[in-house]
């Protein structure tokens, strides 16, 4: 009852921000969350943690059996140390999965123990191959008041056999996520590692008022296209104090995938991110997109460190696509040993099929970066939009970095528009106009909230 009520005035108070100056201030929200008035552990039901027996129906038993204290405050799943071998399972609300110190929950490697579940509609097919794709090995489906939680428990995927498939093209289905919260509301992820995801880590799609706290998530440079936290048309996202290092992107912002996307029409907005370490072998640290079809905007990312990466911070687009990528502030920020620091580019990302429609443009407009400092980076900044929907209003402020070497590529630009100041290198000249900066990102700099964005003046 108290968690229902803490939570409803958590939405309230939401709601009175997102009408205010600073929707996008999700973390400063920090409400404490009652204990559950009751726990059980995962051995009442006949669990074994000797990492051979399968658990999948103690998992099971033990959430349909606490699903009878929804109405009584809720109640919290204990896994005590040792490693708990399971297939999917789902979770329900008003529901805590706790994971003691030494407690690893590990997934099972055999893809014909999955259950296959429908595509998400804003995609319309499995992101690998068209269908189906294997439900996630923990899921949340219309849920209200979840919280995955613990001392430092761990979370396994045991991702290697999926990724083998997927590099031999002997998929038949999409592979798993880790975790995969659909249509659910008041949701906590924290104080956990999680490891080797088949694909990505934390996927939670079509959500409001998610809080990923104080998190650790790891996978091998090598492992393919492997994902840390991927909100996907998801609102009122805060993740902050967490540890990512992956093979493609550490945190990807998404909204849905084309005509599919179009046509579900849910953007991410209100998505704050701070005091992270993100590292991303293959991609970004901090990728926006390329699946951005029902639109993302709203976004502040401050106190961040990327390091050895292929991209810092990269918005990734096609045409097909549609959808807007707009009012995303990123400042103070750290990168270290990274191919290129800043990328925005409309000529990446693939179709779901051939319905797509090409006159489908993005736009990207209202950028800001500002305070970042990096070390050992190859190419500044690398911006490429079409030639019908030039990137608008893209506004460089105190940015050093150091280039490793020199040469007229430190930044490459067509089709964008904005102004600097303070930045070296030099930027191109379609975004180095240093005396127009003041009055054109100034109103939303100094403010940094949703009323400043929208009064800002437009620039020419
Ligand atoms: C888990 O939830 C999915 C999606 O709602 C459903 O298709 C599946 O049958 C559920 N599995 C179990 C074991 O309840
Ligand atoms: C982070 O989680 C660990 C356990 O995983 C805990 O010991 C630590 O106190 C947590 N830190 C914060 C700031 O919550
Ligand atoms: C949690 O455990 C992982 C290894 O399993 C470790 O890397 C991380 O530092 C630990 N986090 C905390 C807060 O103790
Ligand atoms: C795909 O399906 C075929 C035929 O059912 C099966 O032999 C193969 O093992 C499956 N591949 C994977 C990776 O599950
Ligand atoms: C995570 O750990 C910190 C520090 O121990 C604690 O204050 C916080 O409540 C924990 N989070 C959850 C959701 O239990
Ligand atoms: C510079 O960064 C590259 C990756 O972009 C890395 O391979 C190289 O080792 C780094 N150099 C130093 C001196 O750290
Ligand atoms: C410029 O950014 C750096 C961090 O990269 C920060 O320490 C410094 O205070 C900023 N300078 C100004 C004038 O804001
Ligand atoms: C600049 O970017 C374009 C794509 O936008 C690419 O084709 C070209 O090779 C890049 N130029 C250099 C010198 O890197
Ligand atoms: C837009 O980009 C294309 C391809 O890089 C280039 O040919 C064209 O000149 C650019 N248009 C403008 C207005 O910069």
Same mark, same amino acid.
Not at 127 to 153: A, C, K
Not at 178 to 195: H, P
Not at 207 to 236: K, L, M, Q, W
């Given at each position: 009852?108290?968690?229902?009520?803490?939570?409803?005035?958590?939405?309230?108070?939401?709601?009175?921000?997102?009408?205010?100056?600073?929707?996008?201030?999700?973390?400063?929200?920090?409400? /404490?969350?009652?204990?559950?008035? %009751?726990?059980?552990?995962? =051995? *009442?039901? $006949? +669990? &074994?943690?000797? !990492?051979?027996?399968?658990?999948?129906?103690?998992?099971?038993?033990?959430?349909?059996?606490?699903?009878?204290?929804?109405?009584?405050?809720?109640?919290?799943?204990?896994?005590?140390?040792?490693?708990?071998?399971?297939? /999917?399972?789902?979770?329900?609300? %008003?529901?805590?999965?706790? =994971? *003691?110190? $030494? +407690? &690893?929950?590990? !997934?099972?490697?055999?893809?014909?123990?999955?259950?296959?579940?429908?595509?998400?509609?804003?995609?319309?097919?499995?992101?690998?191959?068209?269908?189906?794709?294997?439900?996630?090995?923990?899921?949340?489906?219309?849920?209200?008041?979840?919280?995955?939680?613990?001392?430092?428990?761990?979370?396994?995927?045991?991702?290697?056999?999926?990724?083998?498939?997927?590099?031999?093209?002997?998929?038949?289905?999409?592979?798993?996520?880790?975790?995969?919260?659909?249509?659910?509301?008041?949701?906590?992820?924290?104080?956990?590692?999680?490891?080797?995801?088949?694909?990505?880590?934390?996927?939670?799609?079509?959500?409001?008022?998610?809080?990923?706290?104080?998190?650790?998530?790891?996978?091998?440079?090598?492992?393919?296209?492997?994902?840390?936290?991927?909100?996907?048309?998801?609102?009122?996202?805060?993740?902050?104090?967490?540890?990512?290092?992956?093979?493609?992107?550490?945190?990807?912002?998404?909204?849905?995938?084309?005509?599919?996307?179009?046509?579900?029409?849910?953007?991410?907005?209100?998505?704050?991110?701070?005091?992270?370490?993100?590292?991303?072998?293959?991609?970004?640290?901090?990728?926006?997109?390329?699946?951005?079809?029902?639109?993302?905007?709203?976004?502040?990312?401050?106190?961040?460190?990327?390091?050895?990466?292929?991209?810092?911070?990269?918005?990734?687009?096609?045409?097909?696509?549609?959808?807007?990528?707009?009012?995303?502030?990123?400042?103070?920020?750290?990168?270290?040993?990274?191919?290129?620091?800043?990328?925005?580019?409309?000529?990446?990302?693939?179709?779901?099929?051939?319905?797509?429609?090409?006159?489908?443009?993005?736009?990207?407009?209202?950028?800001?970066?500002?305070?970042?400092?990096?070390?050992?980076?190859?190419?500044?900044?690398?911006?490429?939009?079409?030639?019908?929907?030039?990137?608008?209003?893209?506004?460089?402020?105190?940015?050093?970095?150091?280039?490793?070497?020199?040469?007229?590529?430190?930044?490459?630009?067509?089709?964008?528009?904005?102004?600097?100041?303070?930045?070296?290198?030099?930027?191109?000249?379609?975004?180095?106009?240093?005396?127009?900066?003041?009055?054109?990102?100034?109103?939303?700099?100094?403010?940094?909230?949703?009323?400043?964005?929208?009064?800002?003046?437009?620039?020419?």
């Amino acid at each position: 009852m108290l968690v229902a009520l803490v939570l409803m005035l958590l939405a309230l108070s939401n709601e009175g921000r997102v009408n205010g100056e600073r929707g996008d201030r999700q973390c400063e929200f920090n409400p /404490s969350l009652s204990p559950r008035p %009751h726990s059980v552990s995962i =051995l *009442e039901f $006949g +669990a &074994v943690g000797d !990492g051979k027996t399968l658990n999948t129906i103690a998992f099971q038993n033990a959430i349909f059996y606490l699903k009878s204290f929804s109405d009584k405050g809720g109640a919290q799943l204990y896994v005590p140390p040792g490693t708990w071998l399971t297939e /999917s399972f789902n979770l329900t609300s %008003h529901l805590t999965l706790f =994971l *003691e110190k $030494g +407690a &690893v929950i590990i !997934g099972s490697q055999d893809p014909s123990q999955w259950d296959v579940v429908e595509p998400l509609p804003s995609y319309g097919r499995g992101l690998e191959v068209p269908g189906g794709r294997y439900q996630s090995l923990i899921n949340g489906y219309m849920l209200h008041d979840v919280v995955i939680t613990g001392n430092n428990g761990t979370i396994d995927g045991m991702g290697f056999t999926w990724w083998e498939s997927f590099r031999s093209h002997s998929l038949n289905y999409s592979r798993p996520h880790l975790v995969e919260l659909v249509a659910s509301n008041d949701v906590v992820v924290s104080n956990l590692t999680f490891l080797n995801a088949p694909a990505y880590s934390i996927h939670p799609v079509y959500c409001s008022n998610v809080r990923i706290h104080n998190i650790s998530i790891f996978a091998p440079p090598e492992s393919p296209y492997t994902v840390g936290i991927v909100p996907d048309s998801s609102d009122h996202v805060c993740i902050e104090e967490c540890t990512i290092a992956t093979g493609y992107d550490a945190i990807a912002l998404k909204s849905g995938w084309d005509e599919y996307g179009i046509a579900y029409g849910r953007p991410t907005e209100n998505v704050h991110i701070r005091r992270v370490h993100l590292q991303a072998s293959y991609g970004s640290s901090l990728a926006f997109g390329s699946d951005m079809s029902g639109g993302i905007s709203n976004v502040v990312v401050e106190h961040v460190i990327l390091d050895n990466s292929k991209g810092g911070i990269e918005f990734r687009t096609v045409r097909g696509r549609g959808g807007y990528m707009k009012e995303i502030i990123i400042s103070d920020v750290e990168m270290k040993n990274i191919n290129t620091a800043i990328v925005a580019t409309a000529y990446c990302g693939s179709h779901p099929d051939d319905k797509f429609d090409p006159n489908a443009l993005p736009t990207l407009d209202h950028f800001i970066f500002q305070d970042i400092i990096g070390t050992n980076i190859t190419i500044a900044g690398s911006f490429a939009g079409l030639q019908e929907s030039p990137f608008t209003n893209i506004c460089l402020s105190n940015i050093t970095l150091s280039v490793n070497y020199a040469s007229s590529t430190t930044w490459n630009c067509s089709n964008v528009s904005g102004v600097s100041d303070s930045v070296i290198p030099k930027p191109c000249p379609d975004l180095d106009s240093p005396s127009k900066y003041s009055s054109s990102c100034f109103s939303m700099l100094s403010m940094k909230g949703k009323t400043a964005v929208s009064g800002m003046v437009s620039m020419k």
